[in-house]
């Protein structure tokens, strides 16, 4: 498995302001994801950050909100700027895992979330 | 309407309950089913996952697929205190995961 982590715990924000979430994970990883996590909604992904490629956007969710840097293959961050209230959020580093034993289903770990507060 | 639909609680049950969890899902694409468990201040963390319709058991958990009806569910026997937590189904299509809102589950000592 692998261990994630995130820094950031939490942090309150004005609007307005931008804050970037680090995520270190301690193995190397192909592929790195960025979800957001709000108040009883669903997981819900933001982006697919692969080193060396620009990262892939889901739908809802564009480059000039959502920055993402991927220097490494154990480093990544994601900034939310220009904050308004509605980002408040827990946004949540994940990493793929191995092929599971039945083949084709990669378990994904996740980092502890940046609780995110915009006031 | 949401691909993966899941009441989201609260639900409360006392020490021993069996629990049961549930998930329905409208994209006939999906292919794996997963349980993932998130306590307070955690991220997620998988739990169980199946492929075909059916049971599959693991301790006191049991996961149960019912791709005819689009219908997925989560037994715990014997519930435990330490298994207050939120559970989240999630299923797998074009390599992506899509999660229900999650289930909040709190067993009383």
């Known amino acids: 498995s692998a261990v994630i982590s995130q820094k950031p715990s939490r942090d309150i924000c004005q609007r307005g302001t931008s804050l970037t979430i680090q995520c270190q994970v301690d193995?190397?990883?192909?592929?790195m994801f960025w979800y957001r996590q709000q108040p009883g909604q669903s997981l819900t992904l933001i982006a697919t950050?692969?080193?060396?490629?620009?990262?892939?956007?889901e739908s809802g969710f564009v480059i000039d909100k959502f920055p993402i840097s991927r220097p490494n293959l154990t480093f990544s961050t994601l900034t939310v700027s220009n904050m308004s209230p509605e980002d408040s959020s827990i946004y949540l580093c994940?990493?793929?895992?191995?092929?599971?034993?039945?083949?084709?289903?990669?378990?994904?770990?996740f980092g502890p979330g940046t609780r995110l507060t915009v006031t | 309407q949401k691909e993966v639909e899941q009441d989201p609680g609260p639900l409360s049950v006392p020490e021993g309950a069996i629990v049961s969890l549930n998930c329905t899902y409208s994209?006939?694409?999906?292919?794996?089913f997963m349980w993932y468990r998130q306590y307070s201040r955690k991220g997620p963390e998988l739990l169980m996952y199946?492929?075909?319709?059916g049971n599959k058991e693991d301790g006191r958990f049991t996961a149960q697929v019912d791709k005819s009806s689009k219908y997925i569910s989560l037994f715990i026997r014997d519930s435990q205190p330490s298994d207050s937590a939120t559970y989240l189904c999630?299923?797998?299509?074009?390599?992506?995961?899509?999660f229900g809102q999650g289930t909040e589950l709190s067993v009383k000592p």
């Open positions: 994209n006939s694409a999906f292919q794996y």
């Open positions: 199946t492929y075909s319709s």
């Open positions: 950050a692969n080193q060396g490629s620009e990262a892939t956007y």
């Open positions: 999630a299923m797998i299509a074009g390599g992506k995961l899509i």
């Open positions: 994940s990493v793929e895992g191995v092929k599971s034993k039945a083949g084709g289903v990669y378990e994904q770990y």
């Open positions: 193995s190397q990883v192909t592929m």
